[in-house]
T-cell receptor, first 117, second 116 residues
Framework: GAVVSQHPSRVICKSGTSVKIECRSL??????MFWYRQFPKKSLMLMAT?????????EQGVEKDKFLINHASLTLSTLTVTSAHPEDSSFYIC?????????????FGSGTRLTVV | AQTVTQSQPEMSVQEAETVTLSCTYD???????LFWYKQPPSRQMILVIR??????QNATENRFSVNFQKAAKSFSLKISDSQLGDAAMYFC?????????????FGEGTQLTVNP
């Protein structure tokens, strides 16, 4: 079945540095990538939606300059947290939608736990 | 805007028993899809079951089944013969139909505990 590989699974970074999270679709072409943020025991909060080759569409309240999303190819999307601060610590999950799948085809990455110290 | 509501933050069930998780949604669309996702402690999101709104028949996947009441906008998940591995956070989700690649809207989640 469709697999999305998300790396790193865990990352600790110092305040003020940037962190890049990658999501790769291993056996399909992802036309659309969704990026979520999840706090402990809470639901997934959509941050942005990106389509291959286009600029990402950010949800209200999400800083586009802090959370840079790139979807340059049909198999790779990245989320860069720039100038990270402790409040950016969270669990980030990507979800891909593939070309040619049925309308319900979403595949989730395994998530990245970001800790900013 | 579409909303999804899960009114049970926590549920528990004895192993081998049956439990039902509730979900209601609000939409003005006629074409949509509903999903139940499971998120175990590993936090990997796993699709449990899906339902197309145009289908009257309730979806079933082994021990998992749904009760889809379109008029009432209700979409509950029944887990039969509960197993320890069913313990997880369960999310109900909605997606508008069509080919626009629209996002999933998630409910707040229900934490299911399975007691041995």
């Amino acid at each position: 079945g469709a697999v999305v590989s998300q790396h790193p699974s865990r990352v600790i970074c110092k305040s003020g540095t940037s962190v890049k999270i990658e999501c790769r679709s291993l056996d399909f072409q992802a036309t659309t990538m969704f990026w979520y943020r999840q706090f402990p025991k809470k639901s997934l909060m959509l941050m942005a939606t990106s389509n291959e080759g286009s600029k990402a569409t950010y949800e209200q309240g999400v800083e586009k300059d802090k959370f840079l999303i790139n979807h340059a190819s049909l198999t790779l999307s990245t989320l860069t947290v720039t100038s990270a601060h402790p409040e950016d610590s969270s669990f980030y999950i990507c979800s891909a939608r593939a070309i040619g799948t049925l309308n319900y085809g979403y595949t989730f990455g395994s998530g990245t736990r970001l800790t900013v110290v | 805007a579409q909303t999804v509501t899960q009114s049970q933050p926590e549920m528990s069930v004895q192993e081998a028993e049956t439990v039902t998780l509730s979900c209601t949604y609000d939409t003005s669309e006629s074409d949509y899809y509903l999903f139940w996702y499971k998120q175990p402690p590993s936090r990997q999101m796993i699709l449990v079951i899906r339902q197309e709104a145009y289908k009257q028949q309730n979806a079933t996947e082994n021990r998992f089944s749904v009760n889809f009441q379109k008029a009432a906008k209700s979409f509950s998940l029944k887990i039969s013969d509960s197993q320890l591995g069913d313990a997880a956070m369960y999310f109900c989700a909605y997606r508008r139909g069509g080919t626009s690649g629209s996002r999933l809207t998630f409910g707040e989640g229900t934490q299911l505990t399975v007691n041995p």
